[in-house]
């Protein structure tokens, strides 16, 4: 069964950072662009950032551009959200979603980032 | 920027009525490679988003037959034929042909 599991989310103050991780299993994660969409608290879908299967490849939302760092780690089927300078405006469930056929067919259950002071 | 546009933002249904979705992007969405990267989602209350529909018309595995889409260019639609209880949820269309932008979502309800 493909699975993604998100976790590292928590509440923090402004300006500082946080990591996200996503466990993927069921598949070959290497084989799969991954991506992170956040969705505000009772609000729509942001996406947020993609990364190709390989990992060579990085596109990132203008919102997070110079602040968000996605990576991956294939040996460990993980990938990663860095979250430097956190602003309220980045509170939000972060999910992680495996790209198939230009749309996401497999979504974690997300993880709450709260950014207060 | 791609942007999505949905049209309802909410839809009271009566059950076993069809429910129609709109939604136009503020440009052609066929890529280079000839295809056209628009899909479907539903959001049910406290559950993460589900593919329903993507590229345009093609239902994802398990997705009931009830589902459909059609359209072409900048205009698309997503269609429910006869609504149930559990089709109850948020809908929102997304965009891969240029990076990769989301609909504001339209709201289903039972009427």
């Known amino acids: 069964e493909v699975q993604l599991l998100e976790s590292g989310g928590g509440l923090v103050q402004p300006g500082v950072s946080l990591r996200l991780s996503c466990a993927a299993s069921?598949?070959?994660?290497?084989?799969?662009?991954m991506s992170w969409v956040r969705q505000a608290p009772g609000k729509g879908l942001e996406w947020v950032s993609t990364?190709?299967?390989?990992?060579?490849?990085?596109y990132y939302a203008d919102s997070v551009k110079g602040r968000f760092t996605i990576s991956r780690d294939n040996s460990k089927n993980t990938l990663y959200l860095q979250m430097n300078s956190l602003r309220a405006e980045d509170t939000a469930v972060y999910y992680c979603?495996?790209?198939?056929?230009?749309?996401?067919?497999?979504w974690g259950q997300g993880t709450l980032v709260t950014v207060s002071s | 920027d791609i942007v999505m546009t949905q049209t309802p933002l909410s839809s009271p249904v009566t059950l076993g009525q069809p429910a129609s979705i709109s939604c136009r992007s503020s440009?052609?969405?066929?890529?280079?490679?000839?295809?056209?990267?628009l899909s479907w989602l539903q959001q049910r209350p406290g559950q993460p988003p589900r593919l329903l529909i993507y590229?345009?018309?093609n239902r994802f595995s398990g997705v009931p037959d009830r589902f459909s889409g059609s359209g072409a260019g900048t205009d698309f639609t997503l269609k429910i034929n006869r609504v149930e209880a559990e089709d109850v949820g948020v809908y929102y269309c997304?965009?891969?042909?240029?990076?990769?932008?989301f609909g504001q979502g339209t709201k289903v309800e039972i009427k």
């Open positions: 979603a495996r790209a198939v056929s230009g749309s996401y067919s497999t």
């Open positions: 069921g598949f070959i994660f290497s084989n799969y662009g």
């Open positions: 990364i190709s299967g390989g990992g060579t490849s990085t």
């Open positions: 440009q052609s969405l066929v890529h280079s490679d000839g295809n056209t990267y």
């Open positions: 590229k345009i018309s």
């Open positions: 997304m965009q891969a042909t240029q990076f990769w932008t």
